[in-house]
């Protein structure tokens, strides 16, 4: 009984450092963070002009992964209700951000949709973790290496913001959000 007690409570616990990634195994689970593209998502109310703007995008602004362009249906693509959220953590968070925003903005008629969606070049669903472009430079490079000897690596993932620290705490503090909770350490 005591035993079964114990256990309960030791799964219940936090993840433990033990349990994050460290780097170079949280490399390997990483996207490329050398590019990215757009997908766009077409709808009755996108004409081809609106589609062939939202492929052109790339072309006339760096927009980074995980990134959602939400969109009125009665407005259409050229209303100031359309919004953009960049450089969140994952696919889902960009999107919930980007329909927020444009939600928020719209006039009446039908709730807003995605249009297009920013992910990384080599795109696959279903890895277990995913870092927005910034973050995963960071994590690839130098900066991962000169945070200290306790290293770690702290997202928001509603935000998209990130920090690195040496140690949880300092990466906690540096990310800067309420949600920010490390997920690779030395």
Known sequence: M???????LLTALPATAQDLPNRDAARGLLFDARGSN?????????????IATLQQMP??????????LAAAPAEGLQSEASRGAFNFH??????????ADCDGARGPGPACVIVAEIRPRD??????LTLNQDATRAVNGRAFRRAGRAAALAISPSTGDWG?????????????????AVVVAR
């Open 164 to 180: 690195l620290g040496d140690g949880a705490e300092a990466a906690i503090s540096a990310c800067g959000a309420a949600d920010c």
């Open 59 to 68: 072309q006339v602004a760096e927009l980074k992964y995980y990134g959602a």
């Open 38 to 50: 757009i997908v766009v998502i077409r709808h009755d109310f996108l004409s081809d002009l609106d």
């Open 2 to 8: 005591i035993r079964t007690a114990l256990m309960a």
């Open 90 to 99: 994952s696919p889902d968070a960009a999107r919930r951000a980007a329909l």
């Open 123 to 128: 795109w696959e669903d279903g890895r277990t």
